[in-house]
């Protein structure tokens, strides 16, 4: 195989409400926090123990300013994109490196009425698309949980 794949997937809860910069040409970026978490058993002590992973999450134009309306902080949200490392200097002049998702596709798994935030959840698709994504929703969280309980068995 020659080619090369940039392709994450997450499902997890944002740790804040999306903050929003407009571009004086009418571009829009959004970035929020999301936590994914790993549960496992500790075998020697039995011990449930949680490890939470967080993801910087950039969106685009129009997905963004969705994005700004619609999730609150604790919503649980599917994200699918690709990672993206920038490099930048700080005020002292010191190499800073940040890697983002940049977001491609999203699916908000909150049902609408139970956000944190109290929002409309509501993505703005049409009834074939809302189906689709019904679905997909379904099978990701099939996965999700049984990827969860195949994890509680390992060894450490």
């Known amino acids: 195989m ?26 829009a970026i959004g970035r929020f926090p999301l936590a994914t978490n ?14 939470t992973e967080w993801h ?5 134009n129009k ?6 309306k619609y999730l609150k902080k604790g919503d649980k949200v599917f994200i699918e994109g690709r990672i993206k490392t920038r490099k930048w200097q700080d005020d002292q002049g010191n190499d800073r490196y940040t890697t983002e998702i940049q977001c491609t596709e999203f699916t908000f798994l909150t049902p609408k009425g139970e956000s944190e935030g109290g929002g409309n959840m509501q993505q703005q698709n049409s009834p ?17 949980m049984a990827k969860e309980e195949e994890e509680d068995d390992l060894p450490f």
């Open 2 to 27: 020659t080619g090369t794949l940039n392709k994450v997937m997450l499902i997890g809860h944002t740790g804040d409400d999306v903050k929003m910069h407009y571009f004086e040409g009418g571009g």
């Open 38 to 51: 790993e549960t496992y058993t500790n075998r020697t002590t039995n011990e449930r123990v949680t490890n």
């Open 56 to 60: 910087n999450i950039v969106v685009r």
């Open 63 to 68: 997905a963004a300013e969705i994005c700004e």
């Open 128 to 144: 074939v698309q809302n189906q689709q994504n019904t679905s997909k929703n379904n099978n990701f969280a099939d996965q999700s």
